[in-house]
């Protein structure tokens, strides 16, 4: 009985904590996937002017992720050291959603100012919500088995989250804005917004954080971070692999609103490509996540690289025509997608023991921090050069596109990928935490505190 207790409360937790991330990812989604299509083809401004304002927002969310990681870490309140910043920061974060999906009566720099300075609002509320989440994988368990699990409920709901507002995106859009795009997008926003905040508030109603076994002043300054981090060689190994598999995947990602539309003339089922997209990579973790179980983090992550590297060479070679050849392939994609999520979130967490075993310092949040400002800053970085390079290729929203722009378009879909994919194949091969190798830290660390009490 007593088991059987325990067992529907670890999965009440992880159910609780992995829903957070639903909210988390219409949010993250919602910009990945509409906010330079909004840009362009809603509001009217240039690829170019589009693609800087989108780098612009997610360089300052760069910039302000290691800041916020350092101070929630140092945070100490009933509630927590996280979940404070879950809660008083959801309501912010989705007005600031809604915001960011309205078209302002503004033109010329006026309107480059606006759109920017909205950006950077949503994107600081965005971190003072995202970072203290992401870290409380951590804080709820140190052992290597139970953060798979609880980081496969986390991706499943992320998943879910993602494949809704992709699914449900243009149809609502279409439906609520009765014709106008920029009517829908912005009752899209708010729609998001405030589903965002009663899903947060379930995460901070039923998770509970474990103390921290330090008190603020017994942690060690940001110099000693630094230093902890930068001899955390299985971290760099993470940290690189999901840098140039991230910022490459964005030029898929950010384009495939922009070939369904005009390479395809497919504008009305871009719900359906973009749900089916996301949905065959909730299916596909149940998949990785079991097989992560039977034959670890690395050789699932490098199983999966090779089924990425597959599904964007055949994007790149076979004449793509119509709805059923990308359908096909956007799955196939979607399924290999699945285990990223899945296991970077949860190698993460393990390097961090290996930090502590190393150096005898523990980072959490300065180091889900550290993660995420260079993670972002490349996807910055690869949203300037996408803005470049639409402008190069010859691109013009709402106007019938040359052939040769289309077929640039959808090079720039496949190739690039496919280098971020094979990059990060490699850079895992060398990743040497296994699960055996995890438990002896685990061990070690406990050993190491025994000694010193």
């Not at 409920?153 to 804005?177: D, E, K, N, Q, Y």
């Not at 998770?207 to 002043?217: D, G, H």
């Amino acid at each position: 009985m007593n088991r059987v207790l325990h067992l529907l409360q670890t999965n009440k937790l992880r159910a609780a904590y992995g829903i957070g991330d639903y909210a988390i990812c219409l949010y993250w989604s919602g910009v990945g996937f509409y906010l330079l299509y909004f840009y362009t083809d809603v509001v009217g401004i240039s690829p170019l002017m589009a693609g800087w304002i989108y780098a612009l927002g997610i360089a300052w969310d760069a910039v302000t992720d290691p800041f916020m990681g350092y101070i929630a870490e140092r945070t100490r309140t009933k509630m927590g050291s996280y979940r404070p910043y879950i809660y008083y920061g959801s309501i912010p974060l989705a007005l600031s959603f809604a915001l960011l999906l309205w078209v302002p009566p503004y033109e010329g720099l006026f309107l480059f100012i606006f759109l920017l300075l909205v950006n950077l609002i949503h994107r600081t509320c965005f971190t003072i919500v995202s970072v203290p989440y992401s870290s409380l994988t951590a804080r709820i368990t140190d052992d290597s088995d139970e953060r798979t699990k609880l980081t496969t409920g986390r991706m499943l709901f992320a998943s879910l989250g993602t494949t809704t507002i992709t699914f449900l995106g243009f149809p609502l859009v279409f439906l609520l804005g009765s014709g106008e795009e920029a009517t829908g997008f912005l009752v899209l926003g708010l729609i998001a917004g405030f589903a965002a905040v009663i899903i947060l508030s379930i995460t901070v109603k039923y998770v509970r954080e474990r103390p921290f076994k330090y008190s603020k002043k017994d942690l060690p300054s940001f110099r000693n971070v630094s230093k902890s981090v930068a001899s955390n060689y299985p971290f760099w190994i993470v940290f690189f692999a999901i840098l140039f598999l991230i910022s490459t995947f964005l030029m898929f990602n950010n384009n495939l609103i922009y070939f369904i539309k005009y390479a395809l003339n497919l504008h009305e089922y871009q719900g359906l490509l973009l749900g089916f997209l996301n949905a065959s990579t909730f299916i596909g973790i149940f998949f990785w996540a079991f097989l992560t179980i039977f034959i670890g983090k690395k050789y699932t992550w490098m199983i999966s690289m090779a089924c990425l590297f597959m599904g964007f060479t055949f994007f790149y070679f076979y004449p793509i025509t119509g709805f059923i050849e990308l359908l096909f392939i956007l799955i196939f994609i979607g399924f290999a997608n699945g285990a990223t999520g899945v296991l970077f979130w949860s190698m993460l967490p393990d390097t961090i023991e290996y930090g502590e075993w190393k150096t005898g310092i523990r980072t959490e949040s300065s180091l889900y921090g550290f993660m995420t400002f260079a993670q972002k800053g490349a996807i910055a970085f690869a949203a300037v050069i996408l803005g470049i390079i639409l402008t190069k290729i010859g691109f013009e929203p709402n106007e019938i596109q040359t052939e040769q722009t289309l077929e640039s378009l959808k090079n720039l879909m496949s190739l690039i990928p496919l280098i971020g994919v094979f990059i990060s194949f490699v850079l895992v091969y060398f990743y040497p935490i296994d699960r055996e190798f995890h438990k002896k830290l685990i061990d070690e660390i406990n050993l190491s505190k025994l000694k010193n009490v």
